[in-house]
């Protein structure tokens, strides 16, 4: 797995627990990626079943936590902007009544497109990938159409950092 997959991945694990608790009394992030390490040192077979080796050994972690960590920083200094735009580009749909996988997933391709750096077009499949592995059978296409309409509202195609 790609060093960028697996920092959006990373991300995405830390915002469902973060969500689930209601954005209060979470662990920092670096703990988080500490835990992860603890949890799977080194597994044997991960990256063969779509996970990530996580081994204080592997030098692509440190790159997949850095994006992680920067990714996770601008969905909590801007959760409400990014929230609203959200909500703009989900016709008929509120953030409460989305599912934590697909607000997320949402928020965190939100996020990079505000941080830019990355094309549009790539941040969109990786959300949409995202939402197929960890969400419902339907999570892919609705992540498509929102954030395919989050990206369309930007003049930049989500290449540059347009906060």
Same mark, same amino acid.
Do not use: C, H
């Given at each position: 797995? %790609? ?5 959006? %991945? $990373? ?12 954005? =209060?009394?979470?662990? !920092? ?9 603890? #949890?799977?040192?080194? &597994? ?19 790159? *997949?936590? @850095? +994006?992680? !960590? !920067? +990714?996770? =920083?601008?969905?909590?200094? &801007? ?8 909500? &703009?580009?989900?016709?008929?749909? !509120?953030? *409460? ?6 607000? &997320?997933?949402?928020?965190? #391709?939100?996020?990079?497109f505000r941080l830019g750096g990355t094309d549009g077009k790539i941040i969109? @499949?990786?959300?949409?990938? $995202? ?5 419902? =059978?339907?999570?892919? *296409? ?7 309409? +989050? +990206? ?12």
């Amino acid at each position: 797995m %790609r060093p960028r997959t697996a920092g959006r %991945r $990373l991300a995405l694990q830390y915002l469902f627990m973060a969500d689930m608790n209601n954005f =209060r009394d979470v662990e !920092s992030p670096a703990e988080f990626f500490k835990t992860q390490r603890l #949890a799977f040192p080194g &597994n044997a077979g991960a990256e063969e079943q779509g996970g990530f080796v996580f081994d204080t050994d592997n030098p692509r972690l440190d790159e *997949a936590e @850095d +994006l992680a !960590s !920067s +990714l996770i =920083r601008e969905v909590e200094r &801007n959760r409400d902007a990014i929230d609203r735009d959200i909500e &703009n580009a989900a016709v008929n749909w !509120s953030i *409460a009544r989305m599912g934590v996988i697909e607000r &997320n997933v949402i928020r965190l #391709a939100a996020a990079e497109f505000r941080l830019g750096g990355t094309d549009g077009k790539i941040i969109l @499949d990786e959300a949409v990938e $995202l939402a197929k592995r960890f969400g419902d =059978r339907e999570s892919g *296409a609705f992540v498509n159409g929102v954030a395919n309409r +989050l +990206l369309g509202g930007r003049r930049d195609g989500g290449n540059s950092a347009g906060k």
